[in-house]
Structure formats: C-alpha cells, structure tokens
C-alpha cells in the first residue's frame, strides 16, 4: 500500500515512473489504482532494495460514502484494470503470449460472472456481490484494451514486462 510509502527520489527518476506512469493512480472521479504498486515493482525492477517496517502504524479515516455498493463498483473496475496493468509489468514472456493468457483470464472470469449471475437468480448469491465482481472484470477487459492500444502505438517499447 501507498499509505507510508517512503522513496528516494533519485531511484523513483531512474525508473523513469516521474516521466512515464503507467498507473495515473486516483484522479478526479477515477478510481484506477496501483500507483504505489507501479513503483514498487519498478523501484524492484530497477535493482534497489525494498523494505518494509511493521511497526509504521497509521490510522486512516474511510468516509461513508467509501462504503456504498456505488462506490464498491466503480473501485472495483479500477482495481480491475490496476490488476492487469501491474501484472502486465511483470509479465516475461512476448507479447502475443501475453495477450493469450490475458485474453484468456478475461474469458475464464467473464464465464465465472455468468455462473454467480445464475447463482443470484436461484436466491444462492447476493446480487450486490455479483455486481462488484462484474465491475472487476469489466476493468479487467478495460485494462486488456488499453494495453493492446498502448502496444499498437509504440510497438517497439511494449509495457509488457517492462518493470
């Protein structure tokens, strides 16, 4: 998680994330996240050490309105499309084997939402549950999409396994 992140500023400019992010992380109503995760994987990538201290506490306050089933949903597409990217950073085979596997898990969670969805109509599943997960995987085909487009526009530098 971001919260508590410490960097050195020098090692975050050698990644090149100042200049290129992949992640714009949440601006103004979009709830695309990952940012934090984009750095650390780049920073890693990169050849510098991670660390983490345990015993950082921080208290965070979560307004309600951070807890409606509107609210559930739109992150969820974020987190989505967050999932796909980040992961796309880590990703060491080509290009068309990375679309394959990335096509394929959009499939396999697309057919997962027509069993909860099935579920939900025999009174098995709660409906707000199979709405956030449908966002997910709506982010996930969204994050797909921006990939395929971003590796049409600069195909010699792919974001795949760019970390």
Request: include cysteine; charged fraction near 20%; proline fraction near 2%.
């Amino acid at each position: 998680m971001g919260a508590g992140l410490v960097l050195n500023r020098g090692a975050l400019a050698h990644t090149g994330w100042i200049d290129k992010p992949l992640l714009h992380d949440r601006i103004g109503t979009k709830l695309i996240s990952g940012g934090d995760v984009e750095i650390a994987l780049r920073i890693y990538g990169a050849g510098y050490d991670l660390w983490y201290t345990p015993d950082c506490q921080l208290k965070h306050f979560i307004p309600s309105r951070r807890t409606s089933q509107k609210y559930l949903i739109d992150i969820n597409y974020g987190l989505g499309t967050s999932q796909v990217l980040g992961d796309s950073l880590l990703w060491s085979g080509s290009y068309q084997d990375w679309l394959f596997k990335f096509i394929w898990d959009g499939v396999k969670a697309s057919q997962n939402i027509v069993i909860q969805s099935l579920r939900t109509a025999l009174g098995r599943m709660n409906p707000a549950e199979v709405e956030i997960n449908k966002s997910f995987v709506r982010g996930k085909w969204a994050g797909i999409n921006r990939m395929i487009r971003m590796n049409r526009r600069n195909a010699e530098s792919s974001w795949v396994g760019q970390n």
